[in-house]
């Protein structure tokens, strides 16, 4: 059975600049959840997609969003990127039944330059 | 005060030693316990994932649960050099406003041959 699948891997931006990146969840599950990772603040919430809807959202800037496709993959966008949010940006799959196991995925380092 | 609160270490131990690893919890919404283990440069693998107070076995992994004192550990009993990476403790629940898994900050971990 296939893992989660982030791409790219890797991003350099400038800072201005907007970012889109892709989570393909583990297939079946129906949940896509999205985290920031920085050695300061460790894994933060960002927000999670079950069934194309935003269910549940973290305390970040309108600047980031996402969206969910009708075949669970989500994708996250960074608008007017800063230079803080270089991150590891994970993204966690799971069946989206209340508390079940999240699955992350390796993540998409973005550096902000 | 944070609603998880983990010991960042560094932790250094020798090859064959027991390993305890601790989180505490303010929160009483918090249902689901889990444990990842991250290793550099990757995305964060769950290693353990209770509902109810108590002990879990998994191998050479225990996870233990007291909800009473809000108080999640994990022990690795035999530790390998293998086990070097940063642990760190999930807890799903109504966190913030919103339905989400709260983590906290990790502890590096290294075992030494």
């Known amino acids: 059975k296939a893992g989660v699948t982030q791409t790219p891997r890797y991003l350099i931006k400038t800072r201005g600049q907007q970012v889109t990146l892709s989570c393909s969840p583990i297939?079946?599950?129906?949940?896509v959840s999205w985290y920031q990772q920085t050695p300061g603040q460790g894994l933060q919430f960002l927000f999670e997609?079950?069934?194309?809807?935003?269910?549940n959202k973290g305390n970040f800037p309108g600047r980031f969003s996402g969206r969910q496709f009708s075949n669970s993959r989500s994708e996250m966008n960074v608008s007017t990127l800063e230079l803080g949010d270089s991150a590891l940006y994970l993204c966690a799959s799971s069946s989206g039944t209340g508390g079940s196991e999240a699955f992350f995925g390796q993540g998409t380092r973005l550096t902000v330059v | 005060q944070k609603e998880v609160e983990q010991d960042p270490g560094p932790l250094s131990v020798p090859e064959g030693a027991i390993v305890s690893l601790n989180c505490t919890y303010s929160?009483?919404?918090?249902?689901?316990f889990m444990w990842y283990r991250q290793y550099s440069r990757k995305g964060p693998e769950l290693l353990m994932y209770t509902y109810s107070s108590g002990n879990k076995e998994d191998g050479r992994f225990t996870a233990q649960v007291d909800k009473s004192s809000k108080y999640i550990s994990l022990f690795i009993r035999d530790s390998q050099p293998s086990d070097s990476a940063t642990y760190l403790c999930a807890m799903f629940g109504s966190g913030a406003g919103s339905y989400q898994l709260t983590f906290g900050k990790g502890t590096k971990l290294s075992v030494i041959p």
């Open positions: 997609y079950f069934s194309e809807t935003q269910r």
């Open positions: 929160n009483s919404a918090f249902q689901y």
């Open positions: 297939s079946g599950h129906r949940s």
